[in-house]
């Protein structure tokens, strides 16, 4: 019993640190010097990197937080084969990774909105869900003009899409917990929807 929670403690820990890798913090800085928590939305994520350096790097960061997000659970789903940590270990890791990514140790505990990295993660545990919820997330803000819009919708369907697809119930609770989370972090997005200030994708 303490070797499984040992066990899991390090998956934790290990996917928390992947998460914690700021990505577009970093890819800022190496062009131009500058600190992207000081532009725009103060976010490190994909959305507000495109306000610094254009919309190649938006996909460029997008792209990198999705595998962020990805690789430590299908590294718990390889690694981890023994009894019921099996189940558990992708999960720990899914959730660690998506509070790494929004509360970097690497940045004082700042850091983006989790929906790349989030979206990842659903992709290893599921990737039928997750091409699913990446499809959703696409179609509502090309139509809609907001980031924000698509992620929050995509991300509150995603546990419906897991159910659907008789993913384990473990995954479906994952989705549960994400979404919540993620749209908690888009509260100042979800405000300045309400006041009709949100900006659009140019």
Same mark, same amino acid.
């Given at each position: 019993?303490i070797?499984? &929670?040992i066990?899991?403690a390090l998956?934790?820990a290990?996917?928390?640190?992947?998460g914690s890798i700021?990505?577009?913090?970093?890819?800022?800085k190496a062009?131009?010097g500058k600190?992207?928590r000081?532009?725009?939305?103060?976010?490190t994520?994909?959305?507000?990197?495109?306000r610094?350096l254009?919309k190649n790097?938006?996909?460029?960061v997008?792209l990198?937080?999705?595998l962020?997000?990805a690789?430590?659970?299908?590294l718990?789903?390889i690694?981890?084969s023994? /009894?019921?940590?099996?189940g558990?270990?992708p999960v720990?890791?899914?959730?660690?990774v998506i509070?790494g990514h929004?509360?970097?140790? &690497?940045?004082?505990?700042k850091?983006?909105?989790s929906?790349a990295s989030?979206?990842?993660?659903?992709?290893?545990?599921?990737w039928?869900a /997750?091409?699913?919820i990446?499809?959703?997330? /696409?179609?509502?803000?090309?139509?809609?003009?907001y980031?924000?819009?698509?992620?929050i919708?995509?991300?509150?369907?995603?546990p &419906?899409?897991?159910?659907f697809l008789n993913?384990?119930?473990?995954y479906?609770l994952y989705c549960i917990l994400?979404?919540?989370?993620?749209?908690?972090?888009?509260?100042e997005n979800?405000k300045?929807?309400?006041? /009709?200030?949100?900006?659009?994708?140019r």
């Amino acid at each position: 019993m303490i070797y499984k &929670f040992i066990e899991l403690a390090l998956v934790f820990a290990a996917a928390y640190l992947i998460g914690s890798i700021p990505t577009g913090y970093l890819i800022v800085k190496a062009k131009t010097g500058k600190d992207i928590r000081t532009v725009g939305s103060g976010s490190t994520g994909a959305t507000n990197v495109k306000r610094v350096l254009g919309k190649n790097y938006f996909f460029l960061v997008m792209l990198l937080d999705a595998l962020k997000g990805a690789l430590p659970v299908v590294l718990a789903k390889i690694f981890i084969s023994t /009894g019921a940590s099996i189940g558990i270990a992708p999960v720990i890791s899914a959730v660690a990774v998506i509070i790494g990514h929004s509360k970097s140790i &690497f940045l004082g505990f700042k850091g983006g909105k989790s929906v790349a990295s989030g979206v990842g993660t659903i992709l290893a545990l599921n990737w039928t869900a /997750g091409i699913i919820i990446a499809l959703i997330w /696409g179609g509502i803000t090309y139509a809609t003009k907001y980031v924000s819009v698509g992620s929050i919708i995509a991300l509150v369907l995603s546990p &419906f899409i897991m159910y659907f697809l008789n993913a384990p119930i473990a995954y479906t609770l994952y989705c549960i917990l994400g979404a919540v989370y993620i749209v908690y972090l888009h509260r100042e997005n979800i405000k300045r929807l309400v006041q /009709g200030n949100e900006n659009k994708v140019r």
